[in-house]
């Protein structure tokens, strides 16, 4: 699994913050997800319910919505903002080359999915979880505080006990919303999944949902969940439902060419100018260039890979070193900067390293030694090569357990000779 920050901008111009989610298999499409009223991008039926998605396939953008988060501007623009909020996030998305055809919502953020699809002629299929029927309902959680609240005014206001301040044009925005008219024409798939037992917005909202929309409409029964998800158990039924019936809705990718053959495969995704997937034997992930530079900002850049080589062979030589030694070593810390190369300098790694345990002054120097002779850093400053060929040529090279043989020999063949051995 891997998570990296997606920022983008609103209509009003302020910075609203998400997260994607990918899993460590192919992203076959991307979703949107639109958390509850209040709520954030961390809540926990956001969070898990978009990892298990992406787990599934579904890469998905979880954000906060205006003035909730880590999301710049003011909370309390009703329905309207939120609707604009995840139309922003779409569109964003779409441009970094991961457009979106599934919108999920949970409670509030069903409402403003069901609203946002119009909008989307990309997305495909809409799920809401434990949505309100109307935006109005919200109100219900507010209190009388708004009860004649005068035009132009904010008076605060407790919800889930938590502090905001809202205003007239909060109620006003809700009650110019006609959601049964939106619904019935979506125009999209449509899955509603609910409790039976929900006590925050009751079943009977997802009956009016159910019966406004026009097929292709499924519901599904969230049996025993309480309304914001809080066991695992419901949010992973919820994301698998969810997956599964998405399925027969949405563009699903061709899944990627198989694990590579020798050790690192690299491909692009498709997202951003730089974005690319790195997979071992062992794991994938991401790796990118900053936002200055027109990347994503979603993994580390090639230079950072590097110095993260050389930093973990550093860690491991030492250990083993320490090890074969029996010194009571009991971590290594090690940090890896890099400066470029100018006309006049080269590349510069400055690697920092912190060895604790109660070691003493001969071990410790003794141990810095080592570090410079890690199988990395020899072939970081003596020499070697590389050769390019068609990847549908010969795939004979030494693959992952090879290479990893190959490593750990190189290492043992330090320690063995570091002391004349």
Not at 17 to 26: A, C, K, T
Not at 284 to 292: G, S
Not at 323 to 337: C, H, I, Q, S, T
Not at 347 to 361: C, H, N, P, S, T
Request: with cysteine; net charge negative.
């Amino acid at each position: 699994m891997t998570h990296s920050t997606f920022d983008f901008g609103n209509t009003a111009g302020r910075q609203l913050s998400g997260v994607l989610e990918r899993g460590d298999g192919p992203v076959r499409a991307w979703a949107v997800f639109a958390h509850c009223f209040t709520c954030d991008k961390t809540s926990l039926a956001a969070t898990r319910v978009s990892r298990a998605l992406a787990d599934r396939g579904i890469g998905v953008l979880r954000f906060d919505f205006t003035g909730l988060g880590e999301s710049e501007g003011d909370f309390g623009r009703g329905l309207s903002g939120d609707v604009q909020d995840v139309v922003c996030a779409a569109r964003a998305m779409a441009a970094a080359g991961m457009t979106p055809q599934l919108l999920v919502g949970h409670s509030f953020g069903g409402a403003a999915v069901l609203a946002a699809a119009g909008s989307l002629e990309t997305v495909k299929a809409v799920a809401v979880i434990g949505a309100p029927f109307d935006a109005e309902h919200v109100l219900t959680h507010v209190g009388p505080a708004l009860d004649d609240v005068a035009h132009g005014r904010r008076v605060p206001v407790e919800i889930g006990g938590r502090a905001f301040e809202l205003g007239a044009d909060f109620v006003e925005d809700l009650r110019s919303h006609n959601q049964a008219e939106r619904i019935a024409g979506l125009g999209r798939a449509l899955l509603v999944l609910h409790s039976p037992v929900d006590e925050i917005v009751s079943i009977d909202n997802a009956s009016g949902i159910f019966r406004a929309a026009r097929h292709p409409k499924s519901f599904v029964s969230l049996d025993q969940a309480n309304h914001l998800l809080t066991r695992q158990v419901d949010s992973d039924y919820a994301a698998a439902m969810i997956a599964t019936w998405a399925g027969r809705y949405i563009d699903l990718a061709a899944e990627a060419v198989g694990p590579p053959v020798q050790g690192v495969r690299v491909e692009e995704t498709g997202g951003g100018k730089f974005q690319v997937r790195v997979m071992t034997p062992a794991t994938t992930f991401l790796a990118d260039e900053p936002v200055a530079v027109g990347g994503l900002n979603s993994g580390p850049t090639p230079y950072e890979l590097l110095s993260a080589g050389l930093g973990a062979c550093t860690t491991m030589t030492c250990r083993l070193y320490a090890d074969r030694k029996a010194w009571p070593l009991e971590r290594v810390v090690v940090e890896v900067g890099h400066t470029a190369k100018t006309l006049s300098e080269p590349d510069v790694f400055v690697r920092r390293i912190a060895f604790q345990g109660a070691l003493d002054a001969a071990q410790h120097t003794r141990l810095l030694e080592i570090a410079d002779r890690c199988p990395v850093h020899r072939t970081l400053t003596e020499s070697a090569t590389v050769v390019t060929e068609p990847l549908d040529g010969d795939r004979s090279g030494a693959g992952g357990d090879d290479h990893a043989q190959d490593h750990l020999r190189r290492m043992e063949a330090v320690c063995a000779t570091a002391d004349g051995g």
